[in-house]
Structures are given as C-alpha cells and as structure tokens.
C-alpha cells in the first residue's frame, strides 16, 4: 500500500490551508504509542493507529476540530491503508488491528470500509466520499484532489489517476428523513427522501454533463450510495448516460464499490 497514495496532498479544513507528506506522517508517528483502536484505524511504519490520533499527530490539529472521515479521507490519500470496524467475537487476522472492547458484550458487526459517524448514517455525501477514496487508493488509484463537504467545498468531488487515465467523480449522499443540525435534530424534513434523491440525482448528471464538457478526455463518473430510488432513477437515464459516456458508480454500505 505504502508505494500507492501520493507523496504529499494539500487540503483545507476550517478555513485553513495545509500540506501533509507522507514522510511528515511518518516522522511524526515513529515514536508514538498508538492508542487503543475503537472503530478505524490506519497502518503507518507497520503499526496500526486510531486514525483521528494519527491525523492529529500528523498535522498538529486538535481532533475536537475534525472529524474521522476527513482523518480516514486524507489518509487513505497519501496511499495509507485504512481499516474499518471488525466483529469483535471473531479473532482478526495477525495485520489487523484488533478493535477496543468493554466488559460488556457487543453483538456482531459487519466489516464496513466505512462506518457512519456517531449518531450518523453511513449514505451521507462524506462517508460515500470518504468509502469512495479508501477504495480507490487501495486499488492503486493516485487521489489527485478531494472535495471538503463538510464546508460545500465547490468543484469535482474526487480527481483520481490510473494507468493514464484521468477520473472526476461527483459524489452524493441519500437524504434523510431528519435534520444533520443538532439544533433541528427533532423535526422531520418536508421534502421526502425519496423526492430528495430526485433532485440530488439530476444536480449530478448535470455535473457529470459540464466535467464531460469541459474535461473531455477525463472519465466523467458518479458515485452514489446503492439506494432502491437510485437505481430506478438510473435505469431510467441510463442509456443517455451511456451516450455521453458518464458513468456511475455504486458505494454499499460495507464500503465497496462497484463500477460497470
């Protein structure tokens, strides 16, 4: 993994710009005890960290100003192989991290890529995003760029090279029935999900449309979480899709990705 991600990425956060290496990532980390891992972790100089201690080592920002799929996302960038939560009752293999637990018993979970933040859902716009990258950087794809959603960060998504092919993705979450802000976290939203999806499905084919326009010899992709309404609205358009050559690709819940 370690000769995938690219030397140096640069990115904003909380209206700061900053530059991360991986030599960076590495020298901060050589003397560092990793913490306990309690549901993502990512493998520098051999050793698993807890990636929000890794990003925070690395960078020198406070973990209380990000959160771990902007860790997970940057990370995976520079080519650093990430890993997500594993059933706790089942011993993990001898390179994986094995995962915190309490006293207290935890059922079994799945091994998602990418799990949903506290109190969120793994289909919103960043953990797609962040599934997205993962996956990509560890097929050996170069992230030339990624999009901050938290801010709206205008432009592509994520711009990802391979084999001399260059692919601008832009990315969509699947609505939800209540309100992301805390101060709402009561109220049900007017709109439906499923009337939502509509809008947000036609604001990325009109998206995949200009990259295609103004990047032509780029892959022109989307990446949607794999929702029912999705799909039909998909298979809908799916042969005009096909004559502007713009692509979509499905993120599952457990953080693969599929692609035609």
């Not at 609505?175 to 499923?194: F, H, L």
């Amino acid at each position: 993994m370690s000769s995938q991600g690219r030397p140096s990425i640069q990115f904003t956060l909380n209206g700061q710009r900053y530059e991360l290496s991986r030599d960076g990532v590495e020298s901060r980390l050589i003397d560092v005890a990793p913490d306990a891992i309690r549901k993502h972790a990512v493998r520098v100089n051999d050793t698993w960290f807890p990636v929000i201690q890794a990003f925070e080592v690395a960078t020198g920002i406070p973990r209380s100003e990000f959160m771990s799929n902007t860790a997970r996302r940057h990370l995976a960038a520079l080519g650093y192989e990430v890993a997500g939560d594993i059933d706790t009752r089942t011993a993990p293999p001898a390179d994986r991290p094995a995962l915190a637990t309490s006293a207290a018993p935890r059922p079994p979970r799945r091994d998602p890529a990418m799990a949903a933040e506290p109190g969120g859902e793994w289909h919103t716009e960043a953990n797609v995003q962040a599934a997205l990258v993962t996956a990509l950087a560890g097929e050996g794809w170069r992230i030339l760029s990624v999009a901050n959603t938290a801010t709206k960060e205008h432009g592509i998504d994520v711009i990802a090279s391979r084999d001399d092919q260059t692919a601008g993705v832009e990315v969509k979450g699947y609505p939800s029935r209540g309100y992301a802000d805390p101060a709402r976290a009561g109220e049900v939203k007017r709109t439906s999900p499923s009337t939502q999806a509509g809008h947000w499905y036609s604001q990325a084919v009109l998206a995949a449309m200009r990259l295609r326009g103004k990047e032509p010899q780029w892959r022109s992709v989307i990446a949607l979480p794999d929702f029912p309404r999705y799909r039909d609205l998909h298979t809908e358009t799916a042969c005009s899709l096909a004559a502007a050559q713009i692509e979509v690709w499905w993120v599952d819940q457990a953080g693969a990705v599929q692609r035609p």
